[in-house]
Structures are given as C-alpha cells and as structure tokens.
C-alpha cells in the first residue's frame, strides 16, 4: 500500500503583497474587526492608554467576541484619511495578516479577486508558504 502525500496548496510558490495603506480593506462596508484581549493591550500600549479606557472607547461585545468599533458609514475607529491607520505598528491579527485569510487563498479565483479589489494583492514582497500558512493559523477561531 502506498501513502500519498497530501497536495500542495496553489500558491506554493508563495503569494506577493505589499501593503500600499489604501484603506481599502478599512472603510467602507460595515463588519468586524476581531480583538483579543492580547491585541487590546498591544494597541493600549502603543496608543499610551489602560486597556479599560481603550477597550470602553473603542471595542464593543459582538456575541462572546470583541469587535473595534466604526466610524459612522464604515470606516475603522483607528483609520485617518489624512495619514492611514493611525496604530498600523500595533493593528490587530486580522489587519496583519490581510490578505492571506483562508477565503482568499482557498482557490486560485478567489485571490485573483483580491487582487482586483486591493492594490497591494500580487505587488511587491513574495510572501513565502510558510509565511502564508502562518497567517491563516493566526486568523482560524
């Protein structure tokens, strides 16, 4: 009997991205920024407040999970028009690993799709697989 070696994903060879602070991926549509408790404290730090005073000015409970709030009609509390994401050192997980969610990378067509809504998707750095796996195991519940 022989054992077969599991198939590698598509993008092997890695995928490039270069963040390019458009703000695409920050305004706009309502949804969810997830924080933990961890992060609150790291962006916390860097903002130079307590976590109780962030956490009550900026995240809100969203079911058993904790969600930074919105600006009216979308936009990320921490995005600025005028100089991007104003704690892009400190973001979350989700922000820091954009765009190598499982959704994005599932399919070749679905990544081809990022790439034609974020200008940074396919530009710049190759990220490696190890890499690109990394940031889906930071991003799965």
């Known amino acids: 009997m022989s054992v077969t070696q599991p198939k590698s994903p598509w993008y092997r060879d890695g995928l490039a991205f270069t963040c390019t602070q458009c703000g695409d991926c920050c305004t706009g549509t309502p949804g969810y920024v997830w924080v933990t408790l961890d992060e609150m404290r790291r962006i916390a730090e860097f903002r130079g407040e307590t976590v109780e ?59 081809q799709q990022v790439c034609e809504v974020c200008p940074g998707a396919g530009q710049g750095r190759l990220y490696t697989l190890a890499e690109i796996q990394t940031s889906l195991a930071m991003t799965r519940p």
């Not at 058993?64 to 009609?73: A, H, N, Q, V, Y």
């Not at 990320?76 to 704690?87: A, I, N, Y």
């Open 53 to 111: 005073a962030f956490a009550e000015r900026y995240v809100r409970l969203v079911g058993d999970r904790f969600s930074l709030i919105e600006k009216p009609g979308g936009d990320c509390v921490f995005w600025s028009r005028e100089g991007g994401c104003t704690v892009y050192p400190a973001r979350p997980d989700q922000c820091r690993t954009w765009p190598f969610w499982a959704e994005n990378v599932a399919r070749r067509k679905s990544w």
